[in-house]
């Protein structure tokens, strides 16, 4: 039985509008929540979450102390509003507790742990909007707030979820592209081009992983593109504020005007 919804017409478009290949908009927001030492808001077009990064600091419990380097801990949330479903899903839900074990595996062999022995570094990750490509947005919202962070890392991870309609290969899906088709889910380190993750939910034919794999790295290296500007963007703007001859034009500006 064929799926209700034309997931790809003839003329090439999606559901949505987009081409095969396109990716969804993407919107970052760098700027400082709360007491967090780094954060950042990122949304894949209707998908949006936001990633709050504390450490490292000192370890709460014994058990999480590893006097070689330091414990990664991560913690996801998903908002009940997220979805049309207005279900909860508690932190002991087993599909939260898998996303946050992926997040984590991701990111061990990135972050430089080893110079932060016997600390912990905690990731707390909200989703607060679903509309497909959840992972690859919860990832690569958490390469922003650890860089944010200061953490150091061995390089940008970007994931990106592709999936195959028929014959033909999709990127960054939708709900409903992700419903009805079966998708994988890839992160890869754009400067060294080594893949971190691979994680699929559905069965795929050999010959299309690899198509999709490929086409992952390519994407994989736009959206570092994009993260890069971010951060560069958000560097010269803390730089520029703490430049004392800004201040002081700024307190010339206010005698002007009193």
Not at 111 to 126: C, F, G
Not at 222 to 239: P, T
Request: aromatic share 4%; hydrophobic share 40%.
């Amino acid at each position: 039985m064929g799926s209700r919804i034309e997931i790809l017409n003839e003329a090439g478009f999606r559901s949505d509008g987009r081409r095969q290949f396109e990716l969804r908009d993407l919107s970052i927001d760098l700027s400082k929540r709360g007491e967090a030492d780094g954060s950042a808001q990122l949304s894949h077009g209707l998908t949006q979450v936001l990633v709050s990064v504390h450490g490292p600091r000192e370890a709460k419990m014994r058990s999480h102390t590893f006097h070689d380097r330091a414990n990664i801990n991560v913690e996801v949330v998903v908002a009940s509003f997220s979805t049309g479903e207005r279900r909860k899903r508690l932190r002991g839900d087993k599909r939260v507790l898998e996303f946050a074990a992926t997040i984590k595996l991701t990111f061990e062999p990135v972050i430089r742990t080893n110079l932060y022995p016997r600390s912990q570094i905690d990731i707390y990750v909200q989703v607060l909007q679903q509309d497909g490509s959840t992972l690859q947005a919860c990832i690569n919202a958490t390469t922003l707030a650890l860089i944010n962070a200061g953490i150091p890392m061995s390089d940008f991870v970007c994931a990106v979820t592709g999936g195959v309609h028929s014959t033909s290969a999709m990127l960054d899906l939708t709900t409903l592209e992700e419903n009805d088709i079966p998708h994988v889910t890839v992160a890869v380190m754009p400067k060294s081009k080594k893949v971190v993750l691979v994680t699929m939910e559905t069965r795929l034919h050999v010959e299309r992983f690899q198509e999709l794999l490929n086409l992952a790295r390519d994407a994989g290296a736009i959206l570092h593109q994009e993260m890069r500007e971010a951060v560069l963007e958000r560097s010269a703007g803390l730089i520029a504020m703490a430049e004392p001859g800004t201040k002081q034009s700024k307190g010339d500006e206010d005698v002007v005007m009193d």
